[in-house]
């Protein structure tokens, strides 16, 4: 499985940006993850394979979506309200064996992970 995280770049506070991740190899579970500078990873939002059932971080509620279309193989996530809080090199990953939301929110539970894409968020 390979995985392309594509979309980031430079926006101003109060801005939108979408994320993309193009995958091959199959429908997984996927989510996305983030690492700010001098951070630990998180979780950012995760989809089930069809799309069916969907979970944000507590920080992506109401501003971010997760979104995916099957027969493209991509994976999106809509960013919009941007604050400079969400500067981060986003990862997008994918997962043969999830079963729920909880197991989603855990990054040792993905077994592929695409090269990550810079948001940066200015002022």
């Known amino acids: 499985v390979q995985l392309q995280a594509s979309g980031g770049g430079l926006v101003q506070a109060g801005g939108s940006l979408r994320l993309s991740c193009a995958a091959s190899g199959g429908t997984y579970y996927m989510g996305w993850f983030r690492q700010a500078p001098g951070k630990e990873r998180e979780f950012v939002a995760a989809?089930?394979?069809?799309?069916?059932?969907?979970n944000y971080a507590d920080s992506a509620k109401g501003r971010f979506t997760i979104s995916r279309d099957n027969a493209e193989n991509t994976m999106y996530l809509q960013m919009n309200s941007l604050k400079r809080a969400d500067t981060a090199v986003y990862y997008c990953?994918?997962?043969?064996?999830?079963?729920?939301?909880?197991?989603?929110?855990?990054?040792?539970?993905?077994?592929?992970w695409g090269q990550g894409t810079l948001v940066t968020v200015s002022s």
């Open positions: 990953a994918a997962a043969k064996d999830l079963r729920n939301a909880a197991q989603a929110t855990q990054e040792r539970n993905y077994d592929y």
């Open positions: 989809i089930s394979r069809y799309g069916g059932s969907t």
